[in-house]
């Protein structure tokens, strides 16, 4: 089998990067993977071809804009594909991606993979955006024209199967519920290099949250709530690592709020296992999450989650027994969760206890890449 993929991952140019690692690993797993990465000429990637393994080659589409996007991937799909042999098309999202690798099964006529890593069915999703409006419609269009889907979570798949719209004539698409991976044994063996309470002394009480710092992800409403714990405990800090658009207007809100001396902001980082491990609570705040790894990564780590009730929340997370989960946007019920951490020791002692109850959701990484190879055959199998 040799598979093509179709993304928008830039990292993948960016050697030593986490996903770059990812896709060798997949390599391995098929004769060929080709990755067509939709990027505009701004970006300045000279190579036309970029061989990062024996079998993997990535493919830049160096756009003029994004409006290009398809139609370069069409151009390169047909020198990748050129040879015969059985191939799958796999795309990294229902809409543009998929919109492309839809137009290269109908073309080369080869079985399509669709692979969907965020709720788009979630009524957050459709109200962000006109362009989010438009991608729903996309992949309502796309989904009962796959020849399997891919989804991150329980959740997604349920959505996906209330909807009579999503259905193909004769029978609906198969559907893989495959997480993305999260390394626990790697995240518990790893030392702790930088000590949150150490770090800030100040605080006696570190909350963490870990985000694109962008409208979905609602870090506004963890602000918020802070407010109005530092009445009651003052020495309560919180540490805001990431970055995005919204980063100006969360600067602005936090000095509005006089927060300056409660809340830290902190760029991305990719190793975030000290920070879960010497953290006393973590925090998801989004509006819709596909799975929400960084969620994942903390209860591995044993720092307690309140979470919205998105992504992987009843499936790993489940409310009152390993984590807490609140409405998503219910500022009050988000208050009064963290409020209740703080002034209970034992929840934190007892969410660390239960999260061994999520070993057997995680596997390893033989056991996922199996998985990973059997979501690419269940298109053949279709």
């Known amino acids: 089998m040799k598979v093509l993929s179709i993304g928008s991952d830039?990292?993948?140019?960016?050697?030593?990067?986490?996903?770059?690692?990812?896709?060798?690993?997949y390599g391995k797993l098929v004769e060929e993977l080709h990755i067509i990465v939709f990027s505009t000429r701004k970006l300045h990637i000279t190579n036309y071809m970029l061989c990062v393994a024996d079998n993997v080659f990535l493919?830049?589409?160096?756009?003029?804009?994004?409006?290009?996007?398809?139609?370069?991937?069409?151009?390169?799909?047909?020198?990748?594909?050129?040879?015969?042999?059985?191939?799958?098309?796999?795309?990294?999202?229902?809409?543009?991606?998929?919109?492309?690798?839809?137009?290269?099964?109908?073309?080369?006529?080869?079985?399509?993979?669709?692979?969907?890593?965020t709720d788009f069915l979630s009524p957050y999703f459709w109200r962000e955006s006109v362009l989010n409006k438009a991608r729903v419609i996309i992949a309502k269009f796309l989904i009962p024209r796959a020849d399997c889907l891919r989804v991150?979570?329980?959740?997604?798949?349920?959505?996906?199967?209330?909807?009579?719209?999503?259905?193909?004539?004769?029978?609906r698409p198969p559907i893989v519920v495959l997480p993305i991976f999260v390394d626990a044994e790697k995240i518990k063996s790893a030392p702790i290099r930088e000590d949150l309470?150490?770090?800030?002394?100040?605080?006696?009480?570190?909350?963490?949250?870990?985000?694109?710092?962008?409208?979905?992800?609602?870090?506004?409403?963890?602000v918020d709530a802070l407010s109005e714990i530092v009445k009651k405990h003052p020495k309560t800090g919180l540490i805001i690592v990431g970055n995005g658009l919204g980063e100006n207007s969360l600067k602005l809100k936090i000095i509005k709020l006089k927060l300056e001396n409660n809340i830290i902001l902190e760029p991305w980082s990719s190793d975030l296992v000290s920070?879960?491990?010497?953290?006393?609570?973590?925090?998801?705040?989004?509006?819709?999450?596909?799975?929400?790894?960084?969620?994942?990564?903390?209860?591995?780590?044993?720092?307690?989650?309140?979470?919205?009730?998105?992504?992987?929340?009843?499936e790993l997370l489940k409310n009152?027994?390993?984590?807490?989960?609140?409405?998503?946007?219910?500022?009050?019920?988000?208050?009064?969760?963290?409020?209740?951490?703080?002034e209970n020791p034992d929840l934190k002692i007892i969410f660390?206890?239960?999260?061994?109850?999520?070993?057997?959701?995680?596997?390893?990484?033989?056991?996922?890449?199996?998985?990973?190879?059997?979501?690419?055959?269940?298109?053949?199998r279709g």
């Open 352 to 380: 660390k206890e239960n999260r061994q109850k999520i070993g057997s959701s995680l596997c390893s990484k033989e056991e996922y890449l199996r998985n990973y190879q059997n979501s690419w055959l269940a298109c053949f």
């Open 152 to 171: 991150v979570s329980q959740r997604i798949k349920e959505s996906i199967l209330r909807r009579s719209d999503l259905r193909k004539t004769e029978a």
């Open 10 to 25: 830039r990292n993948l140019f960016i050697e030593g990067s986490d996903v770059r690692r990812r896709v060798v690993e």
């Open 59 to 117: 493919y830049p589409t160096n756009s003029w804009s994004r409006w290009f996007y398809i139609f370069d991937a069409l151009k390169i799909a047909k020198f990748a594909l050129k040879n015969n042999a059985q191939w799958l098309v796999t795309a990294q999202d229902p809409f543009e991606s998929g919109l492309a690798s839809w137009l290269i099964k109908r073309k080369l006529r080869i079985p399509l993979q669709l692979q969907i890593h």
């Open 320 to 342: 009152d027994i390993n984590g807490i989960v609140i409405p998503v946007g219910d500022k009050l019920k988000f208050q009064e969760a963290i409020l209740r951490v703080i």
């Open 275 to 314: 920070y879960y491990k010497t953290a006393d609570l973590f925090l998801l705040t989004s509006n819709y999450e596909g799975y929400g790894m960084t969620v994942a990564e903390a209860m591995v780590a044993g720092c307690p989650v309140i979470m919205t009730d998105v992504g992987l929340a009843g």
């Open 197 to 222: 309470r150490k770090k800030y002394p100040q605080f006696d009480f570190v909350i963490l949250a870990a985000s694109r710092l962008t409208r979905e992800k609602n870090i506004s409403m963890a």
